[in-house]
Protein backbone atom coordinates (compact mmCIF):
# COMPACT_ATOMS: atom_id res chain seq x y z
CA UNK A 1 0.00 0.00 0.00
CA UNK A 2 1.49 3.59 -0.51
CA UNK A 3 1.36 6.54 1.01
CA UNK A 4 -1.00 8.22 -1.63
CA UNK A 5 -3.98 9.21 -0.38
CA UNK A 6 -5.21 11.96 -3.30
CA UNK A 7 -3.47 12.44 -6.15
CA UNK A 8 -4.87 14.33 -9.05
CA UNK A 9 -3.48 14.88 -12.35
CA UNK A 10 -4.08 18.40 -14.92
CA UNK A 11 -7.00 18.85 -13.70
CA UNK A 12 -9.42 21.28 -15.35
CA UNK A 13 -12.54 22.66 -14.30
CA UNK A 14 -14.62 24.87 -16.07
CA UNK A 15 -17.94 26.02 -15.63
CA UNK A 16 -20.81 27.39 -18.73
CA UNK A 17 -22.68 30.37 -18.21
CA UNK A 18 -24.70 30.69 -20.91
CA UNK A 19 -22.74 31.66 -23.95
CA UNK A 20 -19.45 32.05 -21.85
CA UNK A 21 -17.16 29.92 -20.24
CA UNK A 22 -15.29 30.22 -16.55
CA UNK A 23 -12.72 28.56 -15.81
CA UNK A 24 -11.93 27.86 -12.36
CA UNK A 25 -8.80 25.68 -12.01
CA UNK A 26 -6.06 24.86 -15.25
CA UNK A 27 -4.38 21.71 -15.22
CA UNK A 28 -4.02 21.33 -11.64
CA UNK A 29 -1.72 18.35 -10.30
CA UNK A 30 -0.62 17.65 -6.29
CA UNK A 31 -0.54 14.77 -4.20
CA UNK A 32 -1.32 14.26 -0.60
CA UNK A 33 -0.09 11.86 1.46
CA UNK A 34 -2.09 9.69 4.34
CA UNK A 35 -1.21 11.33 7.76
CA UNK A 36 -1.34 14.91 5.78
CA UNK A 37 -3.30 17.74 7.04
CA UNK A 38 -3.30 20.35 4.20
CA UNK A 39 -4.34 24.09 4.26
CA UNK A 40 -6.29 25.19 1.46
CA UNK A 41 -6.65 28.45 0.47
CA UNK A 42 -7.36 30.84 -1.84
CA UNK A 43 -9.54 34.17 -2.30
CA UNK A 44 -13.18 33.98 -1.73
CA UNK A 45 -14.43 32.97 -5.27
CA UNK A 46 -11.56 31.33 -6.79
CA UNK A 47 -12.74 27.54 -6.30
CA UNK A 48 -11.93 26.13 -2.98
CA UNK A 49 -14.90 24.58 -2.29
CA UNK A 50 -15.23 23.14 -5.89
CA UNK A 51 -12.13 21.36 -6.11
CA UNK A 52 -12.88 20.05 -2.53
CA UNK A 53 -16.41 19.03 -4.11
CA UNK A 54 -14.10 17.35 -7.38
CA UNK A 55 -11.76 15.25 -4.72
CA UNK A 56 -15.26 14.27 -2.61
CA UNK A 57 -17.30 13.14 -6.46
CA UNK A 58 -19.91 15.71 -5.66
CA UNK A 59 -18.50 18.04 -8.81
CA UNK A 60 -17.80 16.49 -11.99
CA UNK A 61 -14.04 17.64 -13.24
CA UNK A 62 -13.82 18.96 -16.80
CA UNK A 63 -11.00 16.69 -17.48
CA UNK A 64 -8.13 15.26 -15.91
CA UNK A 65 -7.49 12.52 -13.23
CA UNK A 66 -8.64 12.08 -9.45
CA UNK A 67 -6.99 9.02 -7.70
CA UNK A 68 -8.54 7.93 -4.39
CA UNK A 69 -5.96 5.92 -2.50
CA UNK A 70 -4.84 3.65 -5.75
CA UNK A 71 -8.34 3.82 -7.05
CA UNK A 72 -8.18 5.72 -10.39
CA UNK A 73 -11.96 7.27 -9.77
CA UNK A 74 -11.83 9.51 -12.20
CA UNK A 75 -10.20 9.99 -16.11
CA UNK A 76 -11.71 12.51 -18.42
CA UNK A 77 -15.17 10.69 -16.40
CA UNK A 78 -16.13 8.83 -13.82
CA UNK A 79 -14.80 5.69 -13.57
CA UNK A 80 -17.42 3.86 -11.97
CA UNK A 81 -20.96 4.12 -11.32
CA UNK A 82 -20.73 4.06 -7.75
CA UNK A 83 -19.68 7.74 -6.80
CA UNK A 84 -22.11 7.78 -3.91
CA UNK A 85 -20.67 4.51 -2.50
CA UNK A 86 -16.88 6.10 -2.65
CA UNK A 87 -18.29 9.48 -0.52
CA UNK A 88 -20.23 7.13 2.13
CA UNK A 89 -17.08 4.61 2.18
CA UNK A 90 -13.90 6.80 1.72
CA UNK A 91 -14.74 10.08 2.54
CA UNK A 92 -15.69 12.49 5.73
CA UNK A 93 -16.94 15.77 4.57
CA UNK A 94 -17.09 18.82 7.42
CA UNK A 95 -18.53 21.66 6.37
CA UNK A 96 -18.48 25.31 7.84
CA UNK A 97 -22.12 25.22 9.67
CA UNK A 98 -22.27 21.80 11.27
CA UNK A 99 -25.40 20.62 9.24
CA UNK A 100 -26.41 18.14 12.61
CA UNK A 101 -29.79 16.69 11.66
CA UNK A 102 -31.71 19.16 14.44
CA UNK A 103 -34.45 16.33 15.04
CA UNK A 104 -31.74 13.47 15.80
CA UNK A 105 -29.73 13.57 18.78
CA UNK A 106 -25.73 13.82 18.70
CA UNK A 107 -25.57 10.07 18.74
CA UNK A 108 -28.10 9.32 16.28
CA UNK A 109 -26.57 12.16 14.01
CA UNK A 110 -23.53 9.97 14.12
CA UNK A 111 -24.81 6.72 13.48
CA UNK A 112 -26.81 7.72 10.49
CA UNK A 113 -23.96 6.66 8.26
CA UNK A 114 -22.49 3.79 9.30
CA UNK A 115 -25.77 2.15 9.77
CA UNK A 116 -26.58 2.95 5.90
CA UNK A 117 -23.15 1.39 5.17
CA UNK A 118 -24.75 -2.17 6.72
CA UNK A 119 -22.94 -1.83 10.11
CA UNK A 120 -24.79 -2.88 13.03
CA UNK A 121 -26.42 -0.78 15.08
CA UNK A 122 -24.33 -2.15 18.10
CA UNK A 123 -20.88 -1.45 16.30
CA UNK A 124 -21.93 2.04 14.94
CA UNK A 125 -23.04 3.15 18.26
CA UNK A 126 -20.09 1.43 20.52
CA UNK A 127 -17.89 3.58 17.98
CA UNK A 128 -19.86 7.08 18.31
CA UNK A 129 -19.49 6.52 21.55
CA UNK A 130 -15.86 6.10 21.65
CA UNK A 131 -15.36 9.25 18.83
CA UNK A 132 -17.52 11.30 21.54
CA UNK A 133 -15.39 10.07 24.25
CA UNK A 134 -12.05 11.48 22.56
CA UNK A 135 -13.53 14.33 21.71
CA UNK A 136 -14.94 14.97 25.35
CA UNK A 137 -18.50 15.10 24.92
CA UNK A 138 -19.49 11.35 25.86
CA UNK A 139 -22.06 13.22 27.99
CA UNK A 140 -24.33 14.61 25.25
CA UNK A 141 -24.78 11.68 23.33
CA UNK A 142 -28.53 11.84 24.25
CA UNK A 143 -28.61 15.66 23.72
CA UNK A 144 -30.12 17.52 20.88
CA UNK A 145 -27.85 19.68 18.54
CA UNK A 146 -29.56 22.89 19.64
CA UNK A 147 -28.29 22.13 23.30
CA UNK A 148 -24.88 22.38 22.76
CA UNK A 149 -22.52 25.02 21.75
CA UNK A 150 -20.98 26.08 18.31
CA UNK A 151 -17.87 24.36 19.19
CA UNK A 152 -19.52 21.16 20.30
CA UNK A 153 -21.67 21.16 17.55
CA UNK A 154 -18.67 21.19 15.73
CA UNK A 155 -17.06 18.36 17.17
CA UNK A 156 -20.00 16.51 16.77
CA UNK A 157 -19.72 16.87 13.21
CA UNK A 158 -15.83 15.62 13.24
CA UNK A 159 -17.28 12.61 15.31
CA UNK A 160 -19.63 12.26 12.57
CA UNK A 161 -17.36 12.39 9.34
CA UNK A 162 -15.13 9.92 11.22
CA UNK A 163 -17.77 7.33 12.27
CA UNK A 164 -17.24 5.88 8.73
CA UNK A 165 -13.82 5.01 8.84
CA UNK A 166 -13.01 7.33 6.14
CA UNK A 167 -9.39 7.61 4.35
CA UNK A 168 -10.12 11.22 3.39
CA UNK A 169 -11.52 14.10 5.14
CA UNK A 170 -12.52 17.15 3.61
CA UNK A 171 -13.18 19.92 5.91
CA UNK A 172 -14.71 23.16 4.05
CA UNK A 173 -13.87 26.27 6.58
CA UNK A 174 -14.44 24.12 9.93
CA UNK A 175 -13.32 26.73 11.87
CA UNK A 176 -15.51 29.75 10.50
CA UNK A 177 -18.16 29.67 13.12
CA UNK A 178 -15.46 29.58 16.38
CA UNK A 179 -13.70 31.77 18.08
CA UNK A 180 -9.71 31.53 18.21
CA UNK A 181 -9.31 29.24 21.04
CA UNK A 182 -11.87 26.79 19.75
CA UNK A 183 -10.38 27.25 16.65
CA UNK A 184 -7.30 26.06 17.22
CA UNK A 185 -8.36 23.07 19.15
CA UNK A 186 -10.31 21.60 16.33
CA UNK A 187 -7.61 22.21 13.89
CA UNK A 188 -5.22 20.04 16.45
CA UNK A 189 -8.00 17.77 16.67
CA UNK A 190 -7.76 17.29 13.38
CA UNK A 191 -3.99 16.63 13.11
CA UNK A 192 -4.00 14.09 16.15
CA UNK A 193 -6.39 12.31 13.78
CA UNK A 194 -4.44 12.44 10.38
CA UNK A 195 -1.60 11.37 12.43
CA UNK A 196 -3.17 8.56 14.37
CA UNK A 197 -5.50 7.34 11.79
CA UNK A 198 -3.46 7.88 8.78
CA UNK A 199 -5.75 9.68 7.52
CA UNK A 200 -5.36 12.66 4.55
CA UNK A 201 -7.16 15.85 5.12
CA UNK A 202 -7.64 18.91 3.24
CA UNK A 203 -8.67 22.05 5.13
CA UNK A 204 -10.29 25.05 3.56
CA UNK A 205 -9.20 28.25 5.94
CA UNK A 206 -9.22 31.79 5.56
CA UNK A 207 -7.74 31.81 8.95
CA UNK A 208 -3.95 32.28 8.73
CA UNK A 209 -3.40 31.44 12.63
CA UNK A 210 -4.19 28.13 11.10
CA UNK A 211 -1.50 27.40 8.74
CA UNK A 212 1.50 26.65 11.39
CA UNK A 213 -0.64 23.57 12.60
CA UNK A 214 -1.02 22.48 9.35
CA UNK A 215 1.85 20.21 7.26
CA UNK A 216 1.55 22.13 3.95
CA UNK A 217 -0.37 25.01 2.14
CA UNK A 218 -1.96 24.33 -1.04
CA UNK A 219 -3.08 27.62 -2.44
CA UNK A 220 -5.11 28.29 -5.43
CA UNK A 221 -3.63 31.21 -7.81
CA UNK A 222 -4.31 32.42 -11.24
CA UNK A 223 -6.00 28.67 -11.46
CA UNK A 224 -2.85 27.12 -10.97
CA UNK A 225 -1.72 25.18 -7.44
CA UNK A 226 1.34 26.07 -5.67
CA UNK A 227 2.18 23.97 -2.31
CA UNK A 228 4.16 25.12 -0.18
CA UNK A 229 5.75 23.48 3.17
CA UNK A 230 5.07 25.21 6.08
CA UNK A 231 8.22 24.72 7.53
CA UNK A 232 11.46 26.69 5.77
CA UNK A 233 8.17 28.08 4.02
CA UNK A 234 9.40 27.09 0.39
CA UNK A 235 7.27 27.22 -2.87
CA UNK A 236 7.19 25.23 -5.72
CA UNK A 237 4.82 25.58 -8.73
CA UNK A 238 3.18 22.33 -9.70
CA UNK A 239 1.94 22.98 -12.57
N1 LIG B 1 -22.57 25.20 -10.20
C1 LIG B 1 -21.93 26.29 -10.58
N2 LIG B 1 -22.21 26.89 -11.77
C2 LIG B 1 -21.54 27.97 -12.18
N3 LIG B 1 -20.54 28.57 -11.49
C3 LIG B 1 -20.24 28.04 -10.31
C4 LIG B 1 -20.89 26.87 -9.78
N4 LIG B 1 -20.32 26.56 -8.59
C5 LIG B 1 -19.38 27.50 -8.37
N5 LIG B 1 -19.31 28.38 -9.40
C6 LIG B 1 -18.38 29.50 -9.53
O1 LIG B 1 -17.06 28.99 -9.38
C7 LIG B 1 -16.27 29.92 -8.65
C8 LIG B 1 -15.62 29.20 -7.50
O2 LIG B 1 -16.58 28.92 -6.52
P1 LIG B 1 -16.22 28.21 -5.14
O3 LIG B 1 -17.47 28.08 -4.36
O4 LIG B 1 -15.46 26.98 -5.43
O5 LIG B 1 -15.24 29.29 -4.47
P2 LIG B 1 -14.55 29.30 -3.04
O6 LIG B 1 -13.09 29.48 -3.28
O7 LIG B 1 -14.99 28.13 -2.27
O8 LIG B 1 -15.12 30.64 -2.40
P3 LIG B 1 -15.49 31.01 -0.86
O9 LIG B 1 -14.21 31.30 -0.16
O10 LIG B 1 -16.33 32.22 -1.00
O11 LIG B 1 -16.25 29.85 -0.28
C9 LIG B 1 -17.17 31.07 -8.27
O12 LIG B 1 -16.93 32.11 -9.17
C10 LIG B 1 -18.55 30.52 -8.43
O13 LIG B 1 -19.45 31.52 -8.80
MG1 LIG C 1 -16.19 27.88 -0.55
Redesign the pocket.
Known sequence: MSKQSIRVDNLVKR?T?GEEV?S?VENASFKIDKGELVALI??????????LMMIGCVEKPTSGVIYLGDEKVYDDKWLTKQTRKIRREKIGFIFQAHYLIPFLTVLENIILVPQTNGVSPEESERFAMELLEYFDIADKAHSMPSELSGGQNQRVAIARALANRPQIILA??PTAALDSQRSVSVVQMLKKIALEQDVAIVM?T?DEAMLPLCDRILK?EDKKIISSKIEGNTQETLV
Open positions: FKVIAPSGAGKTTLDEVHI
